[in-house]
T-cell receptor, first 116, second 111 residues
Framework: ETGVTQSPTHLIKTRGQQVTLRCSSQSGHNTVSWYQQALGQGPQFIFQYYREEENGRGNFPPRFSGLQFPNYSSELNVNALELDDSALYLCATPGTSGGGGTDTQYFGPGTRLTVL | DAKTTQPTSMDCAEGRAANLPCNHSTISGNEYVYWYRQIHSQGPQYIIH???NNETNEMASLIITEDRKSSTLILPHATLRDTAVYYC????????????FGQGTRLTINP
């Protein structure tokens, strides 16, 4: 167990809608990263939040946005959903539960988003 | 772009050692080698990491060449549950938490 949880597990939306995905971590670390993983591909970095501020973004448009809360839980928001947004969305935080040290990223189980 | 190169797929017999190679010829002095694996539709699972010395934990061993341009992940006694995609990643030990994933190696353990 990584201590990183995500909700919901699965989600189906239609094109043009908006979606909010959630992530929380038992480690209480002040950094969270979000990744998108299309079918058959490796995860791609969306952005990172550090102390409630965005701190680095990958090649994703502004309709992908996020929030980090004082309790270090986090949200990923995607507006104007497109068919290509169908993917597994992963969040990751540093932690110590997995034996890798405080600088190792641990991933949640992901949210599978399907856009119809 | 990913800074590592891995074979697309590998097979290994159950009970044998699985040796997964990774090339990272452009690695810089402050970058670690990390290995993750991803079992179908689950989040990536941390396995092991190292800088220049060989490392071993309860899951695997990591052998890094002296020039640090390549490494090998060893699963000493592979089981069917080790079937997964294995990702080799290089990243600096400090600062940015961003991980750059390549395509990984799809390891299939055969009974």
């Amino acid at each position: 167990e990584t201590g990183v949880t995500q909700s919901p597990t699965h989600l189906i939306k239609t094109r043009g809608q908006q979606v909010t995905l959630r992530c929380s971590s038992q480690s209480g670390h002040n950094t969270v990263s979000w990744y998108q993983q299309a079918l058959g591909q490796g995860p791609q970095f969306i952005f990172q939040y550090y102390r409630e501020e965005e701190n680095g973004r990958g090649n994703f448009p502004p309709r992908f946005s996020g929030l980090q809360f004082p309790n270090y839980s986090s949200e990923l928001n995607v507006n104007a959903l497109e068919l290509d947004d169908s993917a597994l969305y992963l969040c990751a935080t540093p932690g110590t539960s997995g034996g890798g040290g405080t600088d190792t990223q641990y991933f949640g189980p992901g949210t599978r988003l399907t856009v119809l | 772009d990913a800074k590592t190169t891995q074979p697309t797929s590998m097979d290994c017999a159950e009970g044998r050692a699985a040796n997964l190679p990774c090339n990272h010829s452009t690695i810089s002095g402050n970058e670690y080698v990390y290995w993750y694996r991803q079992i179908h539709s689950q989040g990536p699972q941390y396995i092991i990491h190292g800088l220049k010395n060989n490392e071993t934990n309860e899951m695997a061993s990591l052998i890094i060449t002296e020039d640090r341009k390549s490494s090998t992940l060893i699963l000493p006694h592979a089981t069917l549950r080790d079937t997964a995609v294995y990702y080799c990643i290089v990243r600096a030990w400090w600062g940015a938490q961003k991980l750059v994933f390549g395509q990984g190696t799809r390891l299939t353990i055969n009974p």
